[in-house]
């Protein structure tokens, strides 16, 4: 905020003056120099990943829920088969909730649905980069494309389910010990996860070289690994996260590009400079007004806080409240919504775990698209109500309690609900 500032006026009378002109004489002509700018060779490369020396890239959780239509794609350069089965991108537990792509033993490209997979019938090539994508028409039928022309159609067992619990792995089943025949030996580029279905001119359009910028509808998340160096890469785009790696990364330099010199010349002016004979002015006399006080103004700005998808909070960690409970409580603030979540999640909450508490949560939607604003005592004690929060929209979110056991939900000062028959003290 910036201090206040008091402004002052003063009116005063000012007579004018007379001002006599002046001739102008032609002037002389002054020559310009001539310049040259020359721009230096630049060299642009594309950096990947080099996962053969038995390292996996991690998110300990999965980056998003993905429905049907899905896509999933990245370019791939296989250096070698390996004895057992490897991940090459995978979303969701390994064994229960998931899905992804799998290489098989001798290179087959396979569709992975909790830990069984569905082989196809491309093969990828050892040594060659190929822009590999695996696209789910419905629940249980996926397209192979490889550099954007359909290879093959799986039809997997048991519909793709929803991953709601396990990691987001590149190149390896993850594990503690994360030895080599757990991990895929191949170079990596351009992971993507798209929720929705992508077609064969799209993916044909997604191989072009800066082709994809992370905002593109439906892409949930995007990994160029421009770093080059370090063992962490981020993602680009609607979704920011970083991964980290089971060991050290081998990075790499692809489609590098040497930009042409260019040379360019200044063209030559010529300037003109002319002479002025200058002319007498007479003064006028400036009498003082009278000042008065201005009026005083105050810039005002508000900060808020942003809790992300990590199980972000702020608490007190004490053993008391803020507060004693009594018939009458106002909890408020101002609050926007930023996603659904499929569990109760507290907006704000006064009191112990279990013994006694109160506050406001958004009620879990297991469908993600309800936003439900309930009452919750006890911790774990909900009562919805029927005020839906708005995405992306401001309020000021009250809950107000008339009785014991009674509660008025307010929204921007005006009432939009009421929650009865809570046992509370």
């Known amino acids: 905020a910036t201090a206040p500032v008091t402004t002052s006026t003063s009116t005063g009378t000012t007579s004018t003056g007379t001002t006599s002109t002046g001739t102008t004489s032609p002037g002389t002509t002054a020559a310009v120099v001539s310049l040259t700018s020359t721009t230096g060779p630049t060299v642009v490369c594309d950096s990947f990943v080099d996962l053969s020396q038995s390292v996996s890239i991690v998110y300990d959780r999965p980056v998003t829920t993905l429905n049907t239509p899905m896509t999933i794609s990245l370019w791939i350069s296989l250096k070698s088969n390996t004895a057992v089965d490897q991940v090459i991108v995978w979303n969701g537990g390994w064994g229960f909730n ?3 792509l799998i290489v098989l033993v001798n290179g087959t490209v396979a569709v992975g649905v909790n830990a069984g997979s569905t082989a196809s019938s491309y093969v990828l090539p050892l040594d060659t980069w190929v822009f590999l994508s695996a696209v789910s028409t419905t629940a249980n039928n996926w397209l192979i494309y490889a550099n954007g022309v359909l290879q093959s159609t799986v039809n997997v067992t048991g519909a793709a389910p929803l991953p709601v619990d396990g990691k987001f792995i590149i190149g390896g089943r993850g594990g503690a010990n994360n030895n080599a025949n757990g991990n895929l030996a191949a170079r990596i580029d351009n992971v993507m996860l798209w929720n929705v279905g992508r077609t064969a001119s799209e993916l ?13 509808p439906g892409l949930k998340i995007f990994l160029p ?3 080059g160096t370090g063992v962490n890469t981020t ?10 790696s089971r060991g050290t990364f081998a990075w790499g330099q692809r489609n590098c590009v040497v930009l042409t010199t260019s040379t360019g010349t200044t063209s030559t002016g010529t300037t003109s400079t002319g002479t002025t004979s200058t002319g007498t002015t007479s003064t006028g006399t400036t009498s003082t007004g009278t000042t008065f006080p201005g009026t005083t103004s105050a810039a005002i700005v508000n900060y ?10 702020l608490f007190q960690n004490k053993s008391f409240c803020p507060t004693d409970r009594s018939t009458n409580v106002t909890v408020s603030t101002w609050v926007m919504l930023n996603a659904y979540k499929d569990s109760d999640q507290f907006i704000m ?15 879990a939607s297991p469908t993600l698209s309800t936003s439900y604003v309930g009452v919750v005592y006890k911790y774990e004690n909900v009562t919805a109500s029927s005020y839906q929060l708005p995405l992306g929209t401001w309020v000021f979110l009250s809950a107000v309690s008339t009785t014991v056991n009674n509660w008025s939900i307010y929204a921007d000062g005006v009432l939009v609900a009421s929650v009865t028959g809570i046992a509370s003290t």
């Open 204 to 216: 044909a359009s997604d191989m072009a070289p800066g082709a994809i910028t992370g905002f593109e």
């Open 304 to 313: 808020a806080l942003h809790f992300g998808t990590t199980g972000t909070g």
């Open 235 to 244: 993602s680009v785009g609607t979704t920011v996260l970083q991964l980290y």
């Open 349 to 363: 909450y006064v009191g112990t775990m279990t013994i006694n508490g109160y506050g406001m949560v958004v009620v």
């Open 98 to 100: 998931g899905q992804g």
């Open 225 to 227: 690994f421009n770093e």
